[in-house]
């Protein structure tokens, strides 16, 4: 892990126990599947915690995703989901909008790699592009949790 060239910025996103060093104030909590937390090619669980009606923007990873609602609602592709129900996404696949429920929404979604969970695809003037979180590119239909 220490030859890739994020490695640093890894080690500030993910602290010894796989969490995030500040699970309250991003309302995502994650979860590396692997001895080393900072394992680049290990899936990954991120529990993200959508206040109500979050609008979470239209996206896609690098890697195949496989997400379930665990609380609340989420309307994702003009139907309404709810405990139990699941979404899955290929590599580059495009998925969302997706809108939090008036209760808010928890889902828990696998990637297949940790690389997956920071680089994503989105949206942009001169068509789709690839964004590094880690690096601090994010899209502009992008908005912070609450």
Not at 115 to 139: T, W
Request: glycine content about 10%; some cysteine.
């Amino acid at each position: 892990m220490a030859d890739h060239p994020d490695a640093d910025l890894i080690a500030g996103a993910i602290n010894a126990s796989g969490d995030p060093p500040d699970n309250d104030a991003t309302g995502t909590r994650m979860f590396v599947l692997a001895d080393a937390p900072d394992s680049w090619d290990s899936p990954a669980v991120v529990m993200l915690e959508m206040p109500p009606n979050y609008v979470l923007f239209r996206h896609a990873h690098i890697c195949h995703r496989f997400e379930v609602v665990v609380k609340g609602s989420l309307e994702a592709g003009g139907k309404i989901l709810g405990p139990g129900d699941v979404m899955t996404a290929r590599p580059g696949e495009m998925y969302g909008p997706h809108t939090a429920g008036p209760a808010g929404c928890t889902t828990a979604e696998v990637f297949g790699s940790l690389e997956g969970v920071f680089r994503v695809i989105a949206e942009s003037p001169d068509g789709p592009k690839e964004f590094n979180f880690l690096q601090g590119e994010l899209p502009e239909s992008y908005e912070p949790l609450a």
